[in-house]
């Protein structure tokens, strides 16, 4: 068999002189020791240090063909050592509540790692419920910000409908309130209706608990219990309702209840109000209906983000009261291209709105300032020339404004050399 080299991904001995073709000292120590002394060499260069025992142990199964027994213990001990390479950092960073970044980096690609083999593994059940059982105190702590990585790891040690009640089983006992839902989860999976019922039953506080348990009633032929769960999810649900909400629109639109089904998208649309909210549901109404429904729904404006009232009011063709909206608003606080891409359409049209909205971009200038914050307060002079100059033709306003601002910074060389950059006519003294 040929040797393999585990120093070098290339293949290459790293130790061989370059060019020269000469046998490294190792090599030829490696090949003039007896195989006691191996032996013993591999043993000592891997006691106490996890990471090279997994490396040296993985290698050697790969070279080396082992059946039965042996493969899976082999298997087995693969996987504990990458367990325990990882464990240390884990229980520090649990304790701790936290790590620094390349730690907790390692520490999660390690556990996806072991879940990923864990899942190939051919190892009996007792062997892969030690995993299960190591992640278990980690999942109940829940205090290292690795929870997903942990529940992988837990649910990659299942692998049939015993596996999973017993993981579910462990769940139960832990008790928190991600555990519950995760042994409900498995309990619905596996259809065991009375083990899931006695947990949901005892957790309806959000709307996606009544939601889960809706969609569990109707699933299983129950209607009736399934509508009247989804109603009082609405009356008394906290949080998010979309779901709830969407599960009693279908039902009423394939009973004929067009009122009903209105009303619910209604409610959704109300209840966070966007342009792309607002548009679907347009779609779905005719004139006569919308005629009803777009009242309330201008009613709830304000509540909207400022950004999305003023794309309704564009939808709406109101370009006076969009504009109005962004004049009441920080430029600072608007930096991305969609907004001021809505105050630019808006520009010639509502110059003035505009123009009052790029001035809280220069702010007082008090004092002297980084010079990230001098590059921010270039690109609102940029677009204040813009429509003093461009859309205003009045050059003697601009030329006024400037000349306020020269006298204010006319220290600050830093400032102008990031106007400079911007603004063609920015000539300081």
Partial sequence: ???????????????????????????????????????????????????????????????????????????????????DELEGDLAEIDELGGGDDDTVDRVGELLSDLAENLKK????????????????????????????????????????????????????????????????????????????????????????????????????????????????????????????????????????????????????????????GYRQFRALCNDEEWGRYEPKLMANLQKAWPSEQVKIRLLRGEDALAAEIISRQRLERYSGFEFLSQAKRLEKTQPEKILKFYLTGVGSLRHPMPRKQYARIAKALEMIRRVLVDVLNDAGRWNQYKAELLRKTKHWPAFHEEAAERIADWKPE
Avoid at 73 to 81: D, G, H, K, P, W
Avoid at 132 to 157: C, H, T, V, W
Avoid at 232 to 238: M, V
């Fill in 121 to 276: 593994a051919k190892i009996p059940r007792d062997d892969r419920r030690l995993f299960l059982e190591k992640a278990l105190p980690y999942i109940r702590s829940a205090n290292a910000g690795m929870d997903d990585q942990l529940y992988e790891l837990a649910f990659a040690a299942c692998r049939d409908a015993e596996d999973r009640r017993h993981f579910a089983g462990r769940l139960e006992d832990i008790g928190s309130r991600w555990a519950l839902i995760n042994a409900m989860r498995i309990y619905r999976e596996l259809n065991d209706r009375d083990h899931y019922l006695n947990l949901r039953l005892q957790d309806l506080n959000y709307g996606d608990d009544y939601y889960d348990l809706a969609d569990f009633y109707w699933k299983h032929g129950e209607r009736e219990k399934a509508l009247v769960t989804a109603r009082d999810g609405l009356a008394k649900g906290q949080g998010r309702l979309t779901e709830l909400r969407k599960f009693l629109a279908k039902r009423a639109n394939s009973s004929g209840n067009r009122e009903g089904f209105l009303d619910l998208h209604y409610q959704e649309t109300a209840d966070g109000l966007t342009s792309e």
């Fill in 1 to 83: 068999m040929a040797k393999k080299n585990i120093n070098s991904s290339s293949g290459l001995n790293p130790h061989k002189k370059a060019g020269r073709g000469l046998e490294n000292p190792l090599d030829k120590l490696v090949r003039l020791a007896e195989k006691p002394t191996l032996e013993n060499l591999v043993l000592e260069l891997t006691c106490g240090n996890p990471s090279l025992y997994r490396r040296s142990l993985d290698y050697l199964r790969n070279a080396i063909t082992l059946t039965g027994e042996d493969s899976s213990a082999a298997e087995v001990e693969s996987l504990t050592a990458l367990w």
